[in-house]
C-alpha cells in the first residue's frame, strides 16, 4: 500500500461491473482530481485473487498483489474509503473455468484438485478454497449493513413502472421444505460466558471410537454466540423423492440454493438433487461415470460433458430424465437446466424473479408454467412461502404506491453463516461432533449420520451491539421497522436477549417477529404507502435486499448499501451482480451492454459525502451533491441502459452521468474554482453530443472480443468500453 492511504478506493472486480469499471472510472478520476481527491483500484476480482496465491509460480511481470488481504487491514481502520463492486462468489465450476482461462494465457498455476490425495494436492486445495464463494465480502464487512433505495431511485420507479405478472390464488406455484431434521431443527446455541471464554476445537468421534478434530484453533469470546447444527443427509434425499413424486401435471420442478456463498453446505445439497433426480440412471451406470470423474455437485452440466460421444450413455440420461417431471429451465433455448450448474439458480435472484413474473418459471418447452420451489431449509424458506401466499391472496405488488423497504443486516466480523465455510464439513460415518472448549467444557453435541452435513457459525458481541444501535436508529428515522427473529429458533433466541435488553435501555418499542410474520407485516405496511425497516441476521439481509426491491424497483442492482464500518471508516456497495453474466453474454455477441450502473453513482455520491466528513475536505462535499444531481436527472431524462441494441448502454449512460455531473458543478456557487472549471467541460460536452453518442455507437450489433471473461484484455476492453475518442479528449 502507498504510504498514503488513498482518499477512495474503486474495486477492480468481475463481469458486467468490471467492463462498467473501464468506462466510468476514468471519468470519476477526471472529476475527483478537479477537487484535488485521488481514487484508487485495488482488485478483489476472481482472477486477481487466484493469481496471488501462487507468486512463486509466476514472472515477475505475472505476480499479482493480495489486495484483498491489503483491504481487509484497511477497513479495520477509520481511513477506508472503499467503493464495492459485485464480484464473483465462485463456485466450483466458476473456479474450474476460471484457472483453465489463466493457464491458457501463459499462467503457470495448478489445477484445482477435486479429490486431492497427496500433501500437495491438500495444499494447494486448501489455497484455492480461500478463494470460494463468499471469500471477499466477510474480509471486508467490518460493520453491518445499511441497505435502501435511493430516493431518486423510488420516485422513478413509482412513476415508471416495471412490468409485473399477475398473481391468482388457485397459482399451483408454492415453496416445498422438509418437516425436520434439517439446519433450523437441529440448531443448538449458546452464548459465551466469561467461564468459557478461550480456545475451542471441532470434534468428529465415529461410532469406534476413533477421533479427528475438523478443527483447531478456534477462539471464542465473551459475549459471543455459538450455534451449532447439521441436516440430515438421508432426510434430505427422501424429501426429494417424496417431492419428486408429488408434482402435479404442468408443474415445474426447482431447487434454489446459494452454492456460491454457503460453499461447502449448498453444492452437497444441490448433489443430492441431483443424484435423486437421475438415480435410475445412476442405478444402472454409477461406477461408470464416477470413473470418469463426475461428481453429483458439478451438476448434470458436468455428467452430460464427460459422457459426451458414449451414445449409449446419452441415450440412457436422456431416458431418465424423460420419466421425471419437467424442470426449471435456465436457458430453454440451450437446454441449460436447474440441475445443471450449482451456480447456475442462486435463490436470492432465482425466487424473486418467479414471484415478480406471478409465480412462473420456463420449461423445457420454451413456455411459462407454475413451479414447485424446492428451498430444503426452513430457516429461510418461510420468506419466500409467505411471501407467495401474500400475494395469492392479495394481487401483484403496485409498484406505483407502495412504500420502500430497506434493510439493516447483522454481518460485521464473518456474524453467522456466511462466515462458516472453514467449520461446515459433510460427516464422514456415523458418530458424534462435538464442540469443545479450552476448559474441556462440550458446548455442543450432536449424534449424526455419514453424509449429514454439520456446521458451526458465530457472531460476537460487539457486532451485534452495532447491529442493533443501526436498527433502532433506522427506526427512528423511518419509523416503521421490525427485527427478523424466530424465538423458536436457537441462534435467534440468544439474538433476542440482546435485542430486548437494548431495547428496554433505549426506551424503544421496535416488534420482533419471526420471519414469516415479518414478511406478511412488511408486505402488508408497503402496500399501504409505509416504508418499513427490516432489521435481520446476515443470510437473510442478504436475500431480503433482493426480494424486495426486485419487486419494488425491478432490481436489486439500484440499491444503495453503506457500511458503517465499526472502527469509523465506510464501505460502499454497489448493488447485485446476479445479472452479471448475461450482461457480458450479450456483449460479447453484439456489443451492447446494459449493465445499469445506477448503483456505482449512489456509491460514489455517498463516498464523496462520507470523504467531506472524514478528511474535512469540503470540495468533495460538492462534487458529492452534484452526484446525486445527475443521478436524478439521468432517471428523469430516461438515460439508463435498455436491453437492446440502438437504445441507451452502459457506456452513453455513462456519458450522460458525465455531462450531467458536470452540468450540476457548473451551475453551483459553494465552490468557485470547481464551477469555473468544469463549466468548460460541461460546454465541452453538450457541444459534442452527437458526435460523442455516434462514437459510442459505432460498433454496436457487431461481435465485441475482450479476449478473456476472467480476466481479460485490458487495452481491448478499455478500447470496447472507451470508443468515443472526443469524450476521452475531454474526460482526459
Not at 53 to 68: A, M, N
Not at 111 to 140: F, M, W
Not at 170 to 195: L, P
Amino acid at each position: 500500500m502507498a504510504n498514503q492511504t488513498p482518499d477512495i478506493i474503486y474495486t477492480i472486480v468481475d463481469e458486467a461491473p468490471e467492463l462498467a469499471r473501464h468506462s466510468l472510472l476514468p471519468i470519476i478520476r477526471s472529476f475527483a482530481s478537479a477537487a484535488d481527491i485521488n481514487v484508487e483500484t485495488r482488485d478483489i476480482s476472481l482472477a486477481g485473487r487466484i493469481l496471488s496465491l501462487f507468486p512463486d509460480l509466476l514472472t515477475e511481470e505475472q505476480r499479482v498483489s493480495d489486495d484483498l488481504a491489503e483491504l481487509g487491514k484497511l477497513v479495520k481502520t477509520p481511513d477506508a474509503n472503499v467503493i464495492k463492486l459485485p464480484n464473483v462468489s465462485a463456485s466450483v465450476p466458476q473456479l474450474t473455468d476460471a484457472i483453465a482461462e489463466l493457464q491458457g494465457k501463459g499462467y503457470t498455476i495448478p489445477d484445482y484438485p477435486e479429490a486431492p490425495v497427496t500433501d500437495a494436492e491438500k495444499a494447494i486445495r486448501a489455497k484455492y478454497d480461500t478463494v470460494k464463494g463468499s471469500a471477499v465480502n466477510p474480509v471486508l464487512r467490518e460493520g453491518n449493513s445499511d441497505r435502501r433505495s435511493a430516493k431518486a431511485v423510488k420516485a422513478y420507479a413509482m412513476a415508471n413502472p416495471h412490468s409485473m405478472g399477475k398473481w391468482t390464488a388457485n397459482s399451483k406455484t408454492h415453496v416445498a421444505s422438509m418437516s425436520g431434521n434439517d439446519f433450523y431443527a437441529n440448531e443448538k446455541s449458546a452464548t459465551i460466558t466469561a467461564a468459557q471464554a478461550g480456545g475451542a476445537k471441532i470434534v468428529f468421534t465415529a461410532t469406534d471410537g476413533t477421533q479427528t478434530v475438523l478443527k483447531d484453533g478456534l477462539t471464542y469470546l465473551e459475549g459471543e454466540i455459538v450455534d451449532a447444527t447439521f441436516l440430515s443427509a438421508a432426510a434430505l434425499r427422501e424429501f426429494i423423492k417424496a417431492e419428486i413424486a408429488s408434482m402435479e401435471d404442468g408443474v415445474l420442478f426447482s431447487v434454489h440454493l446459494k452454492a456460491t456463498m454457503m460453499k461447502v453446505s449448498d453444492p452437497i445439497i444441490f448433489g443430492h438433487f441431483v443424484s435423486v433426480f437421475i438415480e435410475d440412471f445412476l442405478a444402472k451406470h454409477g461406477e461408470t461415470v464416477k470413473a470418469l470423474g463426475f461428481n453429483p455437485n458439478a451438476g448434470l452440466g458436468d455428467l452430460e460433458e464427460r459422457i459426451a460421444g458414449n451414445a449409449a450413455l446419452e441415450a440412457d440420461l436422456k431416458a431418465a430424465l424423460a420419466g421425471k417431471p419437467d424442470m426449471y429451465m435456465v436457458n430453454s433455448d440451450k437446454g441449460i437446466t436447474n440441475l445443471h450448474v450449482s451456480s447456475d439458480v442462486i435463490i436470492d435472484a432465482s425466487m424473486p424473479a418467479v414471484i415478480r413474473a406471478g409465480g412462473i418459471g420456463w420449461g423445457p418447452d420454451g413456455k411459462a408454467a407454475d413451479t414447485k420451489c424446492c428451498i430444503p431449509d426452513n430457516c429461510y424458506a418461510t420468506i419466500y412461502d409467505e411471501t407467495i401466499n401474500y400475494f395469492k391472496e392479495n394481487g401483484a405488488l403496485d409498484v406505483t404506491s407502495c412504500g420502500a423497504v430497506s434493510n439493516v443486516g447483522l454481518m460485521a466480523q464473518k456474524a453467522e453463516e456466511y462466515g462458516s465455510h472453514p467449520t461446515t464439513f459433510e460427516i464422514p460415518s456415523a458418530g458424534t461432533v462435538e464442540i469443545v472448549l479450552a476448559n474441556g467444557d462440550v458446548l455442543h453435541s450432536h449424534s449424526v449420520e455419514a453424509g449429514d452435513i454439520w456446521r458451526s457459525s458465530t457472531a460476537k458481541k460487539a457486532p451485534i451491539l452495532d447491529w442493533i444501535k443501526t436498527g433502532i436508529e433506522r427506526f427512528d428515522a423511518v419509523g416503521t421497522a421490525a427485527f427478523w427473529l424466530d424465538a423458536n429458533r436457537a441462534h435467534d433466541a440468544e439474538l433476542i436477549k440482546y435485542v430486548e435488553a437494548a431495547l428496554k435501555a433505549a426506551g424503544k418499542d421496535i416488534p420482533i417477529m419471526a420471519p414469516r410474520e415479518a414478511t406478511r407485516f412488511s408486505w402488508a405496511e408497503m402496500t399501504k404507502g409505509k416504508d418499513v425497516v427490516t432489521i435481520s441476521g446476515n443470510v437473510l439481509r442478504d436475500y431480503l435486499t433482493d426480494l424486495f426491491p426486485i419487486l419494488e424497483l425491478g432490481t436489486s442492482a439500484k440499491m444503495l448499501s453503506i457500511v458503517k464500518l465499526m472502527n469509523g471508516g465506510g464501505l460502499f456497495e454497489t448493488g447485485a451482480g446476479g445479472s452479471a453474466p448475461k450482461h457480458v453474454e450479450q456483449l460479447v455477441a453484439e456489443n451492447h451492454l446494459r449493465w445499469d450502473s445506477l448503483g456505482e453513482f449512489c456509491a460514489l455520491g455517498e463516498s464523496f459525502n462520507f470523504l467531506a466528513g472524514a478528511k474535512d475536505k469540503p470540495k468533495a462535499a460538492v462534487l458529492g451533491q452534484a452526484v446525486e444531481d445527475a443521478t436524478v436527472k439521468l432517471l428523469l431524462e430516461n438515460k439508463s441502459p435498455e436491453r437492446k441494441v440502438g437504445q441507451n448502454d452502459n457506456r452513453s449512460s455513462h456519458y450522460w452521468f458525465a455531462r450531467y455531473w458536470a452540468e450540476s458543478l457548473a451551475n453551483q456557487d459553494v465552490d468557485t474554482d470547481i464551477k469555473a472549471h468544469f463549466a468548460d467541460v460541461a460546454d465541452k460536452l453538450s457541444a459534442n453530443e452527437a458526435t460523442i453518442l455516434n462514437e459510442l455507437k459505432v460498433d454496436e450489433g457487431k461481435p465485441a472480443d475482450m479476449d478473456g471473461y476472467y480476466k481479460s484484455d485490458v487495452v481491448k476492453t478499455s478500447a470496447i468500453m472507451r470508443p468515443s475518442a472526443t469524450l476521452n479528449a475531454i474526460i482526459g
